[in-house]
Nanobody, 126 residues
Framework: QVQLVESGGGLVQAGESLRLSCAASGRTFSSYAVGWFRRAPGKEREFVAAINSGGATTYYADSAKGRFTISRDNAKKMVYLQMNSLKPEDTAVYYC???????????????????WGQGTQVTVSS
């Protein structure tokens, strides 16, 4: 069993940055792949970024490429999403999700993940 807790959301202006954190419990977090997803009001859940268990491979949605960076610190059981040059369309609740896997390629399919956090709100004003 793994529990995830997101933090770091808030209200920022367009062009500013935020760093989201995802804190995980569990002794073997280093064998878990992690993804970030978001859900904007009235929209479907959307993939943002993912990272494999070792942290060597990352994968981004087109909307996140060049602006967002996913990283992890397995010793601290933390995963981060650095978000730069934020836009109003980035406004959403952001969730981290995880699944035990040592596959090389991180996954963008939300149904693949077993555990989810409660989410953190990000609001970007214009």
């Amino acid at each position: 069993q793994v529990q995830l807790v997101e933090s770091g959301g808030g209200l920022v202006q367009a062009g500013e940055s935020l760093r989201l954190s995802c804190a995980a419990s569990g002794r073997t977090f280093s064998s878990y792949a992690v993804g970030w997803f978001r859900r904007a009001p009235g929209k479907e859940r959307e993939f943002v970024a993912a990272i494999n268990s070792g942290g060597a491979t990352t994968y981004y949605a087109d909307s996140a490429k060049g602006r967002f960076t996913i990283s992890r610190d397995n010793a601290k059981k933390m995963v981060y999403l650095q978000m730069n040059s934020l836009k109003p369309e980035d406004t959403a609740v952001y969730y981290c999700a995880t699944r035990q896997s040592v596959t090389y390629h991180p996954n963008s399919d939300p149904s693949w993940y077993d555990y989810w956090g409660q989410g953190t709100q990000v609001t970007v004003s214009s």
